[in-house]
């Protein structure tokens, strides 16, 4: 082979690694941001103790995306009150956050009993409908349908789910749901990490339908049942 | 024909290149390992907070004296070859002759066979004595101590360690903490997928698998703060799975047992009865809608095999 042909071949070949490269950092890394995050933390001033309402809602499917077997959480917009698709807020640091979480979804007994005990809140307690409860029994009852932890402050909520035999076989069947469906509210507050910084959450359920015990698909998904808490400074 | 060749000039001798370098090496050696035995040596991971740890810091400080001589002599017989012996400006002729010297070989061969040989049953050794080494040895460990004085049962779930305490009525938290001077006996298990449970400064690694109760020894004899993390790739969050234990006093240990056990009595009755491993696919005591609804368990029962989507 002739030298200006190596050196042709060795520029193409160049080009096509680079191709491949500027590919994947583009399609994978550039704009692939994930599920957007609802911001709360307008009009607070970080660190000053100033509440801040999250409201959130776990469906029993996610008719609005192509994987509507999978279980998820919304969230509600703070300016719109519309429904959302994410599981990623923003809060203002050393803030006190009060969360309401509407339990759409059926009961399914915990893998471990230990996260039937509401820990990380203000009081260590929460409301279930309105009455202060400090631990849910799963296995005895039909009560807990996912939970609500973010493990690093320490935070566990079992999130209630509607309790009787009727209820469950009537779940809300198009995501969101809405107010007409069977349905729990759960409510606490616990005071915001002074900081800065992403704190993952998660639900301690297995409820990965149709995936090995309940572990895959939305376990393992952000935008589903699980994602992360920006504490901003 | 070299110059040394030429009539009437003297035969230059050549010097006696091993006896430089051995000359070279043995000092070096020595200081090196003089070096890793005083200085580096107390440094080394995983520290001395118990006697498991303490082993594995003195492994790798006898791996780093064997090592560091056979590293020595590599890198002096390159730097010697390389000054000694490279091509001077004129000097355009072939190098002697390269011939099979039987000692060096022979010596060379018996040297580093002692040496891997001498490692192999230093280590295994080692990884027996003490107690495993702080290693998982699976439900009827081979090596164990004669006497044990307490019971910690390590429970893996995506993504957090918890651990039971059986002899304080079998309280469960996510708090790890453990007497100093104690013989402990953790009972590392899983309820989800695999783990594996790495307490840094203990000198424990021993796998987590569901299912399976993987037993390891340490014995704490510092108190102080233990890293530990999930060593086994286990989903989404498992760079999040770490938390950070403490050894303390017994007394200390006591008071904060007998606190834990008071504070978290209502959720440890809800707790199944302590158990070597669990099987949270099968619950014995469902309630009657949970029955009613078909589900039989956390998992599995209820998002089977029947379930025609899978991964």
């Not at chain 2, 469960?172 to 307490?199: C, M, N, R, Y």
């Not at chain 2, 233990?226 to 770490?242: I, N, Y």
């Not at chain 2, 978290?264 to 009657?288: E, H, M, N, Q, R």
Request: charged share 10%; proline share 8%; net charge neutral.
């Amino acid at each position: 082979m002739s030298l200006p042909a190596r050196v042709a071949t060795l520029i193409v070949a160049f080009l096509a690694v680079a191709a491949v490269v500027a590919f994947v950092v583009v399609k994978y890394f550039l704009t692939s941001s994930g599920p957007p995050v609802e911001d709360f933390t307008a009009h607070v001033t970080p660190d000053t103790g100033a509440a801040v309402n999250v409201v959130m809602q776990e469906a029993p499917q996610t008719t609005v995306t192509t994987d509507p077997d999978w279980v998820t959480y919304f969230i509600q917009n703070p300016q719109t009150h519309a429904w959302v698709h994410t599981t990623n807020f923003s809060v203002p640091a050393g803030s006190k956050i009060n969360i309401t979480i509407y339990g759409y979804d059926g009961c399914t007994p915990l893998r471990n009993q230990l996260w039937g005990q509401v820990t990380g809140t203000i009081g260590n307690s929460m409301t279930v409908n309105g009455k202060p409860t400090s631990l849910l029994n799963s296995w005895s009852e039909c009560s807990v349908a996912h939970t609500f932890a973010i493990p690093s402050i320490g935070l566990n909520i079992p999130v209630a789910s509607p309790t009787t035999f009727q209820a469950n076989s009537n779940l809300c069947s198009t995501s969101p749901c809405t107010m007409s469906d069977p349905h729990t509210v759960v409510r606490f507050s616990f005071l915001s990490p002074r900081t800065v910084g992403a704190y993952f959450w998660q639900c301690k359920i297995p409820c990965g339908l149709g995936y090995l015990d309940g572990n895959g698909g939305p376990m393992q998904t952000i935008g589903y049942m699980t994602g992360n808490m920006q504490v901003a400074g | 024909m070299t110059a040394s060749d030429q009539p009437g000039q003297a035969v230059r001798r050549e010097p006696s290149h091993g006896l430089r370098m051995l000359l070279i090496w043995v000092p070096l050696s020595l200081a090196a390992d003089l070096v890793i035995w005083f200085v580096w040596y107390p440094h080394l991971p995983p520290g001395r907070m118990t006697d498991v740890a303490a082993g594995q810091q003195f492994d790798l400080a006898v791996l780093a004296i064997c090592g560091a001589p056979v590293i020595l002599f590599i890198w002096i017989f390159g730097v010697y070859a390389t000054i000694v012996w490279r091509r001077r400006p004129g000097d355009n002729d072939d190098g002697p002759p390269i011939r099979d010297n039987k000692r060096v070989s022979a010596a060379w061969i018996a040297v580093t066979t002692a040496l891997v040989l001498g490692l192999f049953g230093f280590g295994t050794y080692q990884l027996i004595v003490p107690n495993g080494a702080g290693g998982g040895q699976g439900a009827s460990p081979a090596w164990a101590p004669k006497k044990v004085d307490l019971q910690v049962q390590v429970i893996a779930q995506q993504w957090v360690f918890t651990y039971r305490y059986p002899q304080f009525g079998g309280f469960e938290t996510p708090q790890l903490v453990l007497p100093k001077g104690s013989v402990i006996e953790f009972h590392v298990t899983s309820l989800d997928v695999i783990h594996s449970f790495w307490a840094y400064q203990l000198g424990v690694k021993a796998d987590a698998n569901p299912g399976v109760d993987n037993v390891a020894f340490a014995k704490p004899v510092q108190t102080g703060s233990v890293v530990v993390r999930c060593s086994e790739l286990c989903g989404l969050w498992h760079g999040a799975m770490f938390d950070y234990g403490r050894v303390v006093s017994p007394a200390a240990f006591l008071k904060w047992a007998k606190t834990t056990e008071v504070q978290l009595a209502s959720v440890t009755k809800i707790l199944p009865p302590f158990a070597l491993t669990y099987d949270p696919t099968a619950i014995k005591t469902l309630g009657p809608v949970l029955v009613k609804l078909g589900l039989t368990g956390a998992g599995g029962g209820f998002y089977g095999p029947q379930v025609p989507v899978q991964p």
